[in-house]
């Protein structure tokens, strides 16, 4: 009977371990994307979209009616907004926000209202009033939207209702007015009629005759570069910031390879939020230049107010570069802008815009070092895309799951024959090593499991399915041990069950960390070069395997090294008178474990020096990031 759970445990073993390669090499990762979602209380007040474009003036494509045009406190109108049956280009609407105001007073919002379809709208707190604008509640096309206006009790003699109507990201109508309905027994007062807020303003730019050059960097200007020492006049990969003071104000330059946009901001922190931004968004064949401001990992806000002096743009081989001059020192009014004569942290990211809308940053931003004054000496300055938490994160867990879980597995499964004679701390060597290894696993991944919550300050909403799978492998690394606590003893009858559950739930988190390592190397907090890194990582796995399978091809019996080399003993016999010899081979058995054993340990160590290699490789690979 044990012969025959032994045979199966085995072949189940080498099963085991193909499924682990075509699992691994079946392991990928997906992009996911999100959408507006209509809340944009942040307009409630001048009804302007925060898409740094000027609003259109000339006839709007919609209409906005009223069933009502008396009521009487507590009554409900159907306000409907819907596109004109005569209108020409699109015929449909994606975003939207009504507001019914006192018509003698514009600035106040007056009622609430209610859904009449909740799919597509929703109701907004615009002047700490519950319900009192509404808006869409996605990018679906829409030709029509009904709401009911709910006339409060304390309603002003004439109310006109008013919409700001999206047809894309820089196709939008702010403040088109609606019809006025008034108290029964009140004439409606005239009208009015505006063509929309003012947006961000604009200036003419120009367009610069050649490229940027590093030349300079550190004695004339200083320079942020990706990759370090680039130059952006002869290398079209390079991603480029410059600046120098001229006088009282500051000039910079910005280059980079995107398909949308390059930008930079000034930060405080090596955190996005709270930051003083500036963009350069390609439209079409032009580059806007725009100054914004972002509260959290948020759209930016653009600025309203016109800082920016002297902008000129560029664009060749998919290389988008634009320079502009800012004051050291900006008027109060710009809340959200930072002096330049002070200490800041640099970022650079760069990624896809549509329409004109920026999208999140394709890569991790490259964050200078340390901070810098903007005004200061030139300096040619250095940075990471990946944050030096999020560095010793992949370190560790790299070092546990493809090293040190490795090496103790292996001892456990094909070392313990070995040293019989010799013990440490009364316990068998390959016991103590086997626990050091396995003690150490748990350490570093426990360290290394806390490390994206500090970066983080929570959970990550934006990687995918890789801080699922850590939490499984935390969960699995810290059940082992304190199964291995309550094992029973060895002769127990039911020892089989402990064992069987140690290694599969071992087989089970040692397949779980790899797949969740894979997962890890691409994240945008670390982003390691593919595809040779996952070459890399590929191999160290095929590597482990190769030597498990070896050492498991041995221990059956299949490679039994050691009758080919016993030692050989030589007795001489005089056969009748002639001096012959008779040479008789002589197996010693000693000498035989001595050779199977000494097989296993150059087996070992010559697997213990590729997996260090391959290892140093991407701790390498991570630290240069």
Not at 225 to 236: A, S
Not at 347 to 367: K, N, S, V, Y
Request: aromatic share 10%; glycine share 8%; proline share 5%.
């Amino acid at each position: 009977m044990r012969n025959s759970r032994g045979c199966c445990k085995s072949s189940n073993h080498v099963l085991m371990k193909m499924w682990i390669v075509l699992l691994l090499l079946s392991v990928c990762s997906e992009t996911v994307i999100c959408y507006s979602d209509g809340k944009v209380e942040v307009a409630c007040g001048d009804m302007t979209p925060q898409h740094g474009h000027e609003p259109i003036t000339k006839n709007p494509p919609f209409n906005i009616t009223a069933d009502k045009s008396q009521f009487s406190p507590g009554d409900k109108i159907k306000v409907t907004l819907s596109m004109a049956s005569s209108s020409e280009g699109k015929h449909y609407f994606k975003g939207f926000l009504i507001e019914a105001r006192n018509a003698g007073n514009l600035n106040e919002i007056v009622g609430s209202f209610k859904l009449i379809d909740p799919e597509i709208s929703q109701l907004l707190m615009c002047d700490s009033k519950e319900g009192s604008a509404v808006s869409h509640t996605g990018k679906s096309h829409k030709t029509e939207v009904q709401v009911i206006w709910v006339a409060p009790s304390d309603s002003p003699s004439s109310v006109q209702f008013l919409v700001t109507v999206a047809q894309g990201y820089k196709e939008y109508w702010v403040k088109s007015p609606g019809p006025v309905v008034s108290q029964n027994g009140v004439a409606p007062p005239p009208q009015t009629t505006f063509g929309g807020s003012i947006g961000a303003q604009t200036t003419t730019s120009s367009i610069l005759s050649r490229s940027f050059t590093s030349e300079g960097c550190g004695s004339m200007k200083s320079c942020l570069r990706d990759p370090e020492g680039c130059d952006p006049q002869n290398d079209t990969a390079c991603h480029f910031l410059s600046f120098r003071a001229l006088g009282s104000s500051v000039m910079f330059e910005l280059s980079g390879p995107a398909e949308g946009y390059v930008s930079f901001a000034l930060s405080q922190d090596k955190w996005m939020g709270k930051d003083d931004v500036y963009l350069c968004i390609r439209d079409t064949d032009r580059v806007e230049i725009k100054a914004a401001y972002v509260s959290g990992r948020t759209h930016p806000v653009y600025s309203s107010q016109n800082i920016l002096k002297d902008t000129a743009w560029r664009l060749s081989d998919g290389v988008i570069q634009c320079s502009f001059r800012r004051d050291i020192i900006l008027p109060p009014e710009n809340l959200n802008r930072f002096s330049l004569d002070q200490m800041y942290y640099l970022f650079m990211a760069h990624g896809r815009a549509e329409d004109g809308r920026t999208h999140r940053h394709d890569r991790q931003p490259l964050i200078s070092t340390y901070q810098t004054k903007i005004t200061g000496p030139p300096e040619d300055l250095i940075g990471s895309r990946s944050p030096l938490l999020m560095k010793y994160h992949g370190a560790f867990m790299l070092i546990a799951w493809t090293s040190t879980v490795s090496a103790g597995v292996i001892m456990a499964r094909y070392f313990k024959p070995n040293w019989p004679e010799r013990n440490i701390l009364g316990q068998k060597v390959w016991f103590q090593l086997h626990r050091m290894l396995m003690a150490l696993t748990v350490l570093l991944t426990l360290v290394g499991f806390v490390l994206p919550f500090m970066y983080r300050g929570g959970w990550s909403k934006r990687a995918g399915i890789h801080p699922y799978l850590g939490c499984v492998v935390m969960a699995l690394a810290v059940i082992q041990p304190v199964m291995a606590l309550f094992r029973p003893a060895p002769d127990a009858s039911r020892r089989y069950i402990f064992n069987w559950m140690h290694f599969g739930t071992g087989t089970a988190v040692q397949v779980v960390a790899v797949v969740t390592i894979f997962l890890g190397i691409h994240q945008q907090a670390l982003s390691l070069p593919a595809p040779w890194s996952t070459g890399i990582l590929a191999a160290i796995v095929v590597w482990f395997v190769l030597a498990d399978l070896v050492l498991e091809v041995h221990q059956r019996g299949f490679l039994p090294i050691g009758k080919y080399f016993k030692n050989v003993k030589i007795y001489t016999e005089h056969i009748n008178s002639d001096d012959k010899e008779e040479i008789l081979f002589v197996p010693d058995e000693n000498e035989t474990y001595n050779v199977e054993s000494c097989f296993k340990n150059i087996v070992l160590a010559i697997y213990l020096c590729g997996n260090l290699g391959f290892l140093t490789v991407l701790l390498w690979t991570i630290s240069a990031v």
